[in-house]
Every structure is written in structure tokens, then in C-alpha cells.
């Protein structure tokens, strides 16, 4: 019995010692297969994927400086249209025609804008244009 019981405890430490092994063996080979599959990975082009995150920065770009460009050009016609209104010196007539006049550069200025912010909008190349309309 004593020898029996000496045959069951051998091929234990023995079995154990195998299943180590093979299991660092499947471990190494997967991080093998890991390593080579990974390194195969290329990087894509924002083409590729269809996201174009320069168009988004570019028209961004685009409509703030629409926004600078109109803001600055309420700025100088505010201060025409106040210069004017001081020249006309309480004339009615004079103060009349200049706030016709003040109204129109109003207009024209948001049309200006809008134009700007739709060209902004359709804009899509490398052109550096920001939306401007410059025809270099």
C-alpha cells in the first residue's frame, strides 16, 4: 500500500510541473500573436475615415474671423455715423439723411456677414481663403 500510495504522489508534482509549462507556453504564444497582430496596424489619413477635423478647425476659424470683420466694421461706422450726427449740428434735415445713411452701412454690414458666414459654411479646400471670397 505504501507503494501504491509513493506511485499517486509522483506523477503529481511531475503533472503539475508540465501544465506550467504548457500554460507559459500558450501565454507566450499569445503575446506573440498579440505583438504581430498589433504591429501590423497602420496609420490612416483622416480621408480614409471620412473625418476631416482641419475642415472643422478651418471653418471655425472662418466664422470667427467674420465675426472680427463685422465687429470692426460697426466700430468705424458707430463712429461715423456720431461724427456726422456732430457735423450736422441739429440740423434736422442733415441729421435725417445720416441716419438714412447710418441705417443702409447697418444693412450693408449684416449682409456682409452673412455672406461671409455662408461662405464659411460651403467652404471645404485648402485654398486659405477662410471664406473671405479672395480670388488670388
Not at 506511485?7 to 508540465?18: D, E, F, I, Q, T
Not at 483622416?46 to 473625418?51: E, F, H, P, W
Amino acid at each position: 500500500m505504501n507503494q501504491a500510495t509513493h506511485r499517486n504522489l509522483a506523477p503529481r508534482p511531475h503533472r503539475a510541473a508540465m501544465q506550467r509549462i504548457v500554460m507559459r507556453a500558450v501565454l507566450l504564444l499569445a503575446l506573440a500573436a498579440a505583438t504581430v497582430a498589433l504591429t501590423q496596424c497602420q496609420m490612416v489619413s483622416d480621408k480614409l475615415t471620412g473625418v476631416q477635423a482641419s475642415v472643422f478647425k478651418r471653418k471655425n476659424d472662418c466664422i470667427k474671423d467674420c465675426q472680427k470683420d463685422k465687429k470692426d466694421a460697426e466700430k468705424k461706422e458707430d463712429k461715423l455715423n456720431r461724427d456726422n450726427e456732430r457735423a450736422c449740428g441739429g440740423n434736422a434735415q442733415c441729421l435725417s439723411e445720416e441716419k438714412a445713411r447710418h441705417d443702409a452701412a447697418e444693412a450693408s454690414i449684416e449682409a456682409a456677414y452673412r455672406d461671409c458666414i455662408n461662405n464659411c459654411h460651403s467652404q471645404g479646400g485648402d485654398d486659405g481663403d477662410h471664406g473671405h471670397g479672395h480670388d488670388d
